[in-house]
């Protein structure tokens, strides 16, 4: 258990449906991270949030959505995905956003599919 | 173009000694982080830093540009993908991970 929850594990879902992937970290952070895990590929870095406000987007296509209403909660909103948009994606905090390279904690992530 | 490399597959026999390598091309990077990620379960660190250190059975070499992971005494439950990472930038730049089978 890292203190860091995401919801739901699993989803499936068709490309013309909305879903929310959910976060949830209880260690007082302060910086929340997604990233997408494909088979065989390095974790890729979607966005980045620190104090709630969002401070990085890897050129993420404008179907994933992200929301942090505060320090505690991230989401991921999707829609009209693709079905190379299956993965799984991960989500990570860390105390603050330093450039020194703060640990990051991780959930255990949600395995989505898209059909 | 930052990036990490590291192995797709390391195979090992248990009570063996394994060493993941890792290299990075990671701008203003210094720092090595090593994470374990069983299927299912959150990455987990292992260890980091910018100086060879060691965490239980697990140590890291460093090199400016490339660490390595050795696990001591490797047993089949250590079957898992281990992850490198550099940081540059602010931000953790990961390798594709190594997945380390086991055999008894």
Same mark, same amino acid.
């Given at each position: 258990? #890292?203190?860091? #929850?995401?919801?739901?594990?699993? =989803?499936?879902?068709?490309?013309?449906? /909305?879903?929310?992937?959910?976060? @949830?970290?209880?260690?007082?952070?302060? !910086?929340?991270?997604?990233? /997408?895990? *494909? !088979? /065989? /590929? +390095?974790?890729?870095?979607?966005?980045?949030?620190?104090?709630?406000?969002?401070?990085?987007?890897? *050129?993420?296509?404008?179907?994933?959505? +992200?929301?942090?209403?505060? *320090?505690?909660? =991230?989401? =991921?909103?999707?829609?009209?995905?693709? +079905? @190379? %948009?299956?993965? =799984?994606?991960?989500? !990570?905090? *860390?105390? %603050?956003?330093?450039?020194?390279?703060? #640990?990051?904690?991780?959930? +255990?992530? #949600?395995?989505?599919?898209?059909? | 173009?930052?990036?990490?490399?590291?192995? &797709?597959?390391?195979?090992?026999?248990?009570?063996?000694?394994?060493?993941?390598?890792?290299?990075?091309?990671?701008?203003?990077?210094?720092?090595?982080?090593?994470?374990?990620?069983?299927?299912?379960?959150?990455?987990?660190?292992?260890?980091?830093?910018?100086?060879? &250190?060691?965490?239980?059975?697990?140590?890291?070499?460093? $090199?400016?540009?490339?660490?390595?992971?050795?696990?001591?005494?490797?047993? $089949?439950?250590?079957?898992?993908?281990?992850?490198?990472?550099?940081?540059?930038?602010?931000?953790?730049?990961?390798?594709?991970?190594?997945?380390?089978?086991?055999?008894?």
């Amino acid at each position: 258990e #890292t203190g860091v #929850t995401q919801t739901p594990r699993h =989803l499936v879902m068709g490309m013309t449906n /909305k879903k929310s992937l959910k976060c @949830e970290q209880h260690l007082g952070h302060n !910086a929340m991270y997604w990233y /997408k895990q *494909s !088979a /065989k /590929k +390095p974790l890729e870095l979607m966005f980045v949030y620190s104090l709630e406000e969002r401070v990085e987007n890897n *050129s993420v296509p404008s179907r994933f959505s +992200p929301e942090c209403p505060n *320090s505690s909660h =991230l989401f =991921l909103h999707l829609h009209t995905l693709q +079905p @190379e %948009d299956s993965a =799984l994606y991960l989500c !990570a905090s *860390s105390q %603050d956003r330093g450039q020194g390279g703060e #640990t990051q904690y991780f959930g +255990p992530g #949600t395995r989505l599919l898209v059909l | 173009k930052d990036q990490v490399f590291q192995p &797709s597959t390391v195979a090992s026999s248990e009570g063996a000694v394994v060493e993941i390598f890792c290299n990075h091309s990671v701008s203003n990077a210094y720092n090595f982080f090593w994470y374990l990620h069983f299927p299912g379960c959150a990455p987990r660190l292992l260890v980091k830093g910018s100086k060879p &250190s060691q965490q239980g059975r697990y140590n890291m070499t460093y $090199e400016r540009f490339s660490s390595s992971l050795l696990i001591l005494q490797v047993r $089949e439950a250590d079957a898992a993908v281990y992850y490198c990472a550099s940081c540059g930038g602010g931000k953790l730049i990961f390798g594709q991970g190594t997945e380390l089978s086991v055999k008894p």
